[in-house]
């Protein structure tokens, strides 16, 4: 029985840290002893302790000998190498679901992601904006069906979701992006594969260069 539980209690562990980290509320430079973590979460150690071990294979903390563990600042230089990634890869994955041709009813959860930014956008609503934009590019890659590529990228996104609520508030509101997706779920519909392929491509370019513009000029933490 114990054995069927440990792998349940690390697994919650890793994702109410994850939660934290990525929601921005154990920001970076947040570091605390691996005790206090532990009973912050109501857990035993154990399972804190091999949480931890895969948040820092995913590059989100850094376990310190007799400190705990830092939670890792958002690098300008990480980013630039995960958007340039991305932006290789989720265009064609956008063309390639374009080229399927799918029908309304395959594609009404991205229509409703899409709907539900656009609606937070309207009511200034950024973190229900920022968890929207987040879903629709799980979802559109999750469409795709390249089940390695998902699960490589989707590390990516964890970043970059990360970045996205640190700097949410440090940039305009987000009009222009809101704009774009639809024009991506729009070329999809119609079956375009070029249009999908360019307008991913310069939506995650210019993110890039806004986030990334933002990133160095208020020079976020480094440690």
Same mark, same amino acid.
């Given at each position: 029985?114990?054995?069927?539980?440990?792998?349940?209690?690390?697994? /919650?562990?890793?994702?109410? $840290?994850?939660?934290?980290? *990525?929601? &921005?509320?154990?920001?970076?430079?947040?570091?605390?002893?691996?005790?206090?973590?532990?009973?912050?979460?109501?857990?035993?150690?154990?399972?804190?302790?091999?949480?931890? +071990?895969?948040?820092? &294979?995913?590059?989100?903390?850094?376990?310190?000998?007799?400190?705990?563990?830092?939670?890792?600042?958002? !690098?300008?230089?990480?980013?630039?190498? +995960?958007?340039? +990634?991305?932006?290789?890869?989720?265009?064609? %994955?956008?063309?390639?679901?374009?080229?399927?041709?799918? =029908?309304?009813?395959?594609?009404?959860?991205? #229509?409703?992601?899409?709907?539900?930014?656009?609606? @937070? *956008?309207?009511?200034? /609503?950024? =973190?229900?904006?920022?968890?929207?934009?987040?879903?629709?590019?799980?979802?559109?890659?999750?469409?795709? @069906? &390249?089940?390695?590529?998902?699960?490589?990228? &989707?590390?990516?996104?964890?970043?970059?979701?990360?970045?996205?609520?640190?700097?949410?508030?440090?940039?305009?509101?987000?009009?222009? !992006?809101?704009?774009?997706?639809?024009? +991506?779920?729009?070329?999809?519909?119609?079956?375009?594969?070029?249009?999908?392929?360019? !307008?991913?491509?310069?939506?995650?370019?210019?993110? %890039? /260069?806004?986030?990334?513009?933002?990133? #160095?000029?208020?020079? $976020?933490?480094?440690?």
């Amino acid at each position: 029985m114990l054995s069927e539980l440990k792998p349940t209690r690390v697994e /919650d562990a890793y994702l109410r $840290l994850k939660d934290e980290i *990525l929601q &921005n509320r154990m920001p970076p430079g947040f570091q605390a002893p691996e005790p206090e973590i532990a009973l912050h979460l109501g857990m035993s150690r154990t399972p804190v302790r091999e949480a931890l +071990i895969r948040l820092e &294979n995913e590059g989100l903390v850094r376990l310190i000998p007799r400190r705990g563990a830092l939670v890792l600042p958002v !690098s300008a230089g990480d980013m630039r190498e +995960i958007y340039e +990634i991305l932006t290789a890869l989720e265009p064609e %994955a956008a063309a390639s679901l374009a080229r399927k041709k799918p =029908d309304a009813g395959s594609l009404q959860e991205l #229509e409703a992601i899409t709907l539900a930014m656009e609606s @937070a *956008l309207a009511n200034g /609503d950024l =973190d229900a904006w920022a968890d929207a934009d987040d879903r629709f590019h799980r979802k559109l890659l999750a469409m795709h @069906a &390249n089940n390695r590529m998902t699960n490589f990228v &989707n590390t990516l996104f964890d970043q970059v979701h990360r970045a996205r609520m640190t700097t949410l508030r440090l940039r305009k509101p987000p009009e222009q !992006s809101t704009r774009e997706h639809r024009e +991506i779920l729009d070329h999809i519909i119609a079956g375009d594969v070029e249009k999908a392929r360019k !307008s991913f491509r310069a939506h995650r370019e210019r993110a %890039a /260069d806004e986030l990334l513009s933002i990133l #160095e000029s208020y020079r $976020l933490p480094a440690l």
